[in-house]
């Protein structure tokens, strides 16, 4: 072995240098998220690009690509942006540049494309070789002053030709076009605006520096997408999203009824969310109508061609237009939310979440830095030119002299500068001077341009040692722009697409309802709690069959859209919706499984959900009190206590309260009967005594009129009614004992 080829360290020895592995992983991974931050996810807060926009617009200039020039091929494009300025895969340069061609993703598009460049469908464009593009004025715009010294430039990666680090950006890209991306730890989420609405704000911006957020807002009034749709969040919530940089816009499709005659009616969709793959959205509809979620829904048609035209069948005409819109908002991404996190690297170099007025601040600072930079460049041009012109005059005023010793001495050069006091560059610009503008005229016309750029240059030196003059050569730029994008001027590319409105605020229990396709069942509960639901409304609940050692505890009629309250001895409330209950075809599913209850707790009683209800709730011990229906569903697993009790006293009785009396009626087979007003409505809790026992506690309650009676059945299943005067000796006041009930009433002690 060489000893040239030896490892550092010299003599063979291991030259191994001990690094600590939790630095050497930290420094290594924030070097990654650092170059994923600045380089790639994070857009410019001053041209609103990341560096693979920035280096496609570069490069089409460099190519010449401007408007009104001709299209070249989008591999030559992306073969020029690859191998000068940008070294990465080809695919992802040509993805970005096909994204930049899209109207329906970027709201002012920076590339004029020529052939397939994808659809709203999510079709990918055609390969690059196949596709052509050119510039488009946005992009003039960005580019404005490019070569006028307006930005600096950089070494590319390889170092052999140079790049902008930023545009000049005449157009406030940012805002217009919006930006997303995901770095390491951050993520950025634009929405795109309108132009004309984005330059009236940064004009408020201009004329007054402390002007008030939320005033921009009376311009800015949210963001405006390529694909239309309607905005429908509150304004509260839009105004502390552009206050703090971070929020969302919920976006609807828009969509209006078509009336097609003898009643029938379809609703037809014709603009749909931003970023939202109409192919797939229709898919997704398709879904949920043949896995019956949308029940109001008969049948989806695209209908599209060049604008969106999607057709929603109703499954009956007397169905609301809007509660089937809603139900479908509800389930499909045509309602869906577009998040606003403006995190963009500030100055080009630190990575923050800025406000609107921040973000139009930082875009002007950069504009007036731009006019500065542009000012300057010119102010040297000019002075050069003035430089020569002088000279020039020198020549025309001396011309015979000049004649001489260009051809008489061996050095012209040397002897002009000496004879004239001409500078190196006067002498070089008279030497290199055609014969033919030693006419007489061309005199007057350098007397007329030393001149206009004499005054031109105390123009710019005004401009320059004045910021009033610089704000307002920044107001007139800006106003210009706004010019170009005024809706009134140029409805094509300047009208607002996305419109605001109020959700219509539906009941969510219609819409819940509007989900689920309405048929009757008949829920059966077993005493072990076996919990399932049978298609119809069955009449003889003999016939029901249960696994061995089980048999029925209760069953009732519903709806699938109902929901069935679960009322335990623990004084919880369980909420499962009907249409989620197994089906009838075995033994249907412990309760536990679909709740979360208690081991030690059971089912006293299960029931269909009716919101107007009141019922009266009483525990073993004989407490008890009146709560409202709606007040007890419970929306998680869960459920909700509604009584509290403890043990050994468990809730034994939950009953739907009717007429204006209560009969109670104890183990110990006492009656008593007292008003209902006596029996306080409450929410949640331990209730009142309703009546006194020595041992035992309650076995039966029943609500009643007085005018009708108390009623009972006995085992033969004849019905007997106390009225009024026969009850005298049972009435009472609540929490007293009672007496011995009436001959005839249940050896059961239920009132049947």
């Known amino acids: 072995m060489g000893k040239d080829l030896l490892p550092p360290g010299g003599d063979g020895g291991d030259a191994v240098e001990p690094v600590d592995l939790k630095k050497a992983l930290e420094e290594r991974y924030l070097a990654y998220a650092l170059s994923t931050i600045m380089h790639r996810a994070l857009p410019d807060v001053r041209d609103g690009l990341k560096p693979v926009h920035r280096r496609i617009v570069h490069t089409m200039r460099l190519l010449r690509l401007s408007p009104d020039q001709g299209f070249a091929k989008c591999a030559r494009i992306v073969g020029d942006v690859m191998g000068k300025f940008h070294p990465h895969g080809d695919q992802s340069i040509y993805d970005a540049l096909v994204r930049l061609a899209q109207p329906f993703a970027m709201r002012y598009p920076l590339v004029d494309g020529q052939g397939n460049f994808g659809n709203i469908d999510g079709d990918n464009a055609a390969a690059m070789r196949y596709t052509e593009a050119r510039m488009t004025e946005v992009a003039s715009e960005i580019l404005t002053g490019i070569t006028e010294d307006a930005v600096d430039f950089r070494l590319t990666y390889n170092e052999e030709d140079e790049e902008p680090i930023v545009l000049p950006g005449a157009f406030p890209n940012l805002l217009c076009n919006g930006s997303s991306g995901i770095a390491v730890g951050m993520a950025t989420s634009i929405p795109p605006h309108n132009a004309a609405e984005v330059c009236d704000a940064a004009l408020a911006v201009i004329d007054d520096p402390d002007v008030d957020p939320e005033r921009l807002l009376d311009f800015v009034k949210g963001p405006d997408f390529p694909t239309g749709g309607i905005i429908v969040e509150d304004p509260g919530s839009i105004r502390e999203a552009y206050a703090s940089g971070r929020g969302g816009f919920r976006v609807r499709a828009r969509w209006q009824k078509e009336d097609q005659g003898r009643g029938t009616w379809t609703a037809v969709v014709t603009e749909i969310p931003y970023g939202v793959q109409k192919s797939r959205l229709i898919e997704k509809i398709a879904e949920l109508i043949i896995s019956r979620r949308l029940p109001l829904l008969e049948d989806i048609r695209d209908e599209s061609a060049e604008d969106i035209r999607i057709v929603l069948v109703p499954r009956s005409r007397t169905v609301a237009p809007e509660l089937l819109m809603e139900s479908v908002f509800k389930l499909t991404d045509l309602e869906s939310r577009f998040p606003l996190n403006m995190n963009v690297l500030s100055r080009g170099k630190v990575p923050g979440v800025l406000s609107l007025k921040q973000v139009l601040r930082e875009w002007l600072d950069h504009r007036r830095d731009v006019l500065l930079r542009r000012s300057r460049h010119r102010l040297a041009e000019i002075e050069k030119r003035l430089e020569i012109l002088a000279g020039y005059l020198v020549a025309y005023l001396n011309i015979d002299e000049v004649i001489r010793i260009i051809r008489e001495e061996d050095e012209p050069k040397k002897v002009m500068i000496a004879r004239f006091e001409l500078t190196d560059t006067q002498a070089e610009a008279i030497l290199n001077m055609r014969l033919r503008s030693l006419r007489k005229l061309e005199e007057f016309e350098i007397r007329k341009e030393f001149e206009k750029l004499s005054e031109e240059k105390a123009g710019i030196e005004a401009l320059l040692g004045s910021t009033a003059r610089q704000w307002k050569t920044v107001r007139w730029e800006v106003a210009k722009v706004r010019q170009t994008f005024d809706p009134e001027k140029n409805p094509g590319l300047g009208a607002r697409r996305s419109t605001f409105a109020e959700a219509p605020e539906h009941d969510l229990e219609d819409v819940h309802e509007a989900l689920i396709e309405r048929e009757p069942i008949t829920v059966v509960l077993s005493e072990k709690g076996w919990l399932r639901a049978m298609k119809g409304h069955l009449a003889d609940f003999s016939t029901l069959s ?207």
């Open 546 to 752: 249960f696994k061995e050692g089980d048999s029925l505890k209760i069953a009732f009629h519903a709806q699938t859209t109902d929901k069935i309250l679960l009322f335990t001895t623990g004084g919880k409330v369980f909420t499962v919706g009907a249409d989620r209950l197994p089906g009838g075809r075995g033994h249907g599913e412990p309760v536990r499984i679909m709740v979360d209850m208690d081991n030690d707790q059971a089912i006293v009683t299960a029931f269909a959900h009716d919101p107007e209800r009141k019922l009266l709730v009483a525990s073993h011990a004989g407490n008890g009190f009146i709560v409202a229906e709606k007040e007890i569903v419970a929306n998680t697993r869960k459920g909700k206590q509604v009584m509290n009790v403890k043990a050994p006293d468990e809730a034994k009785l939950c009953l739907p309260v009717s007429g204006d009396h209560v009969g109670v009626v104890g183990q110990n087979r006492k009656l008593l009967v007292f008003p209902l007003s006596e029996v306080p409505e409450m929410t949640r809790g331990k209730g009142v005594r309703l009546q006194r026992y020595k041992d035992g506690g309650v076995s039966d309650i029943k609500t009643f009129a007085m005018e009708e009676g108390l009623s009972w059945k006995d085992s033969a299943d004849r019905t007997f009614v106390k009225t009024r005067e026969e009850l005298t000796e049972w009435m009472g006041n609540r929490a007293a004992a009672g007496r011995m009930a009436p001959k005839g009433f249940p050896r059961t002690g239920k009132f049947g």
